[in-house]
């Protein structure tokens, strides 16, 4: 008897390491992305062995100064990536990564009075052009935008100082925000619009949601039906950019009229109802657009957990069709409201805060979605430069490497198509 109930119990411990060896089999090497063939590494991620777990993802055609085999230097173009980090202890980090050079370095964030930046940095974005002064550079996080714009260095903008102090081998890598504003949403990504041929660039600034999660809800008014019929909780505000030097969002404004100076927050231009789960956005000018607002193309990265990742590709002209759109307040009931921004006319007793009636609402939603693309886990923030779009992900972080099919520590870039 005793011997008998050994084997029962040998067999079933067996039945066991089999199923659990048979699991692992298959969830390391049993699923097949035939969508990333089409997927190119661009650039390894830096910082992933520091406790560094990658979120944003913007670019900057910059310079680099090299030697040539006379002994006479040479500036030359460059396009850079720039990755925003949080880390696993210690203040987040901006990445510097040149697409020719290779890793450059990083930077520590501080905040606007010197304090370590400790928050998500989900999403960094740049409006700085090589050789013009004035471009802001955005981080996201927690409902806030944070800018920077100072550069200590003459005739160079932030971006280029970014890069500098990222190479700097004796201290002094630290960049400090110079201001920040709320974003009336959760601020989760952003990514910047250079339209080609045209001042009409913008910012856009979005948050993420996951349904029954309550550390990924989004305000009640954001839970909107779209005109098509989807149910969607998350929104993308869009805002024109602004790189005068005295403006220190690099953002047009709300009007003074009914606001003190102080309160001339960032205007939404614009707001977009967005999927949920959505990590990263990136808006892709067409190589023939003249500046256009309805041409061109949209990526959304999807993502959570150890699933795979969904990008999501759209025609610009679908979203923004007049016949796509509904004002925010008669969607919610309600103008769109600047939270905390007060008016001229508030009091302590009463704040009255500043409103927005004429907003209007697009529907990104499955009625509009031109093609699914199916890839490895844990896709995060976007960038673009022409017509290829660049993917970061967070899978070959040291925080998540153990458990992922995929341990991605490249950057990836595609260009979409139907």
């Known amino acids: 008897m005793k011997h008998k109930k050994l ?77 925003s980090a949080y880390m696993k202890s210690g203040p987040s980090r901006l990445y510097v990564v040149g697409k020719t050079t290779g890793y450059v370095g990083y930077v520590t964030l501080k905040n606007t009075d010197g304090s370590d930046y400790t928050e998500h940095a989900g ?47 004796d201290g002094g890598n630290e960049i400090s925000f110079t201001a920040s504003f709320k974003a009336n949403n959760r601020a989760s990504f952003c990514y910047f619009y250079d339209a080609p041929n045209s001042t009409s660039d913008k910012l856009y600034v979005g948050e993420f949601y996951r349904p029954g999660d309550k550390n990924y809800q989004t305000d009640e008014a954001h839970h909107i039906t779209t005109g098509n019929g989807y149910a969607q909780c998350a929104l993308v505000n869009e805002y024109n950019s602004y790189t005068g030097s005295t403006n220190k969002y690099g953002l047009s404004l709300i009007s003074d009229d009914s606001v003190e100076t102080e309160n001339c927050v960032p205007k939404v231009q614009n707001i977009y109802s967005i999927p ?55 969607l919610t009931g309600n103008n769109f409201v600047y939270e905390g921004v007060t008016t001229k006319y508030s009091t302590a007793e009463k704040p009255r805060y500043y409103t927005d009636s004429s907003v209007s609402v697009y529907f990104v939603d499955g009625s509009k979605l031109k093609r699914e693309y199916s890839i490895p886990s844990m896709s995060e923030g976007l960038c673009a430069k022409n017509s290829t779009v660049f993917v970061l992900f967070e899978s070959g972080c040291y925080k998540y490497r153990t458990f992922v099919r995929q341990k991605l520590t490249d950057i990836y870039g595609f260009v979409p198509r139907v």
């Open 123 to 169: 999403g960094v974005a740049t409006s700085c052009k090589k050789g013009e002064r004035y471009g802001t550079l955005w981080v996201v996080s927690e409902g806030t935008v944070y800018c920077a714009k100072k550069s200590d260095t003459p005739g160079k903008n932030i971006a280029d100082e970014i890069i500098a102090r990222a190479a700097m081998t």
């Open 276 to 330: 949920n789960l959505v990590q990263g956005f990136a808006r892709i000018a067409d190589r023939t657009d003249s500046g256009s607002s309805t041409s061109g193309k949209l990526v959304l990265s999807t993502s959570y957990g150890l699933a795979n990742s969904s990008l999501y590709y759209y025609d610009w002209a679908d979203i923004s069709s007049s016949s796509n759109r509904k004002t925010y307040a008669s």
């Open 7 to 83: 084997v029962i119990a040998a067999v079933a411990l067996f039945s066991v390491i089999v199923f659990l060896a048979t699991f692992v089999v298959i969830w390391l090497w049993g699923d097949s992305y035939p969508d990333f063939a089409d997927f190119k590494p661009a650039a390894k991620i830096p910082g992933l062995d520091e406790g560094a777990v990658p979120q944003g993802l913007a670019n900057y055609e910059g310079e680099y100064t090299e030697t040539d085999e006379n002994g006479n230097e040479q500036t030359l173009s460059q396009d850079y990536f720039f990755i």
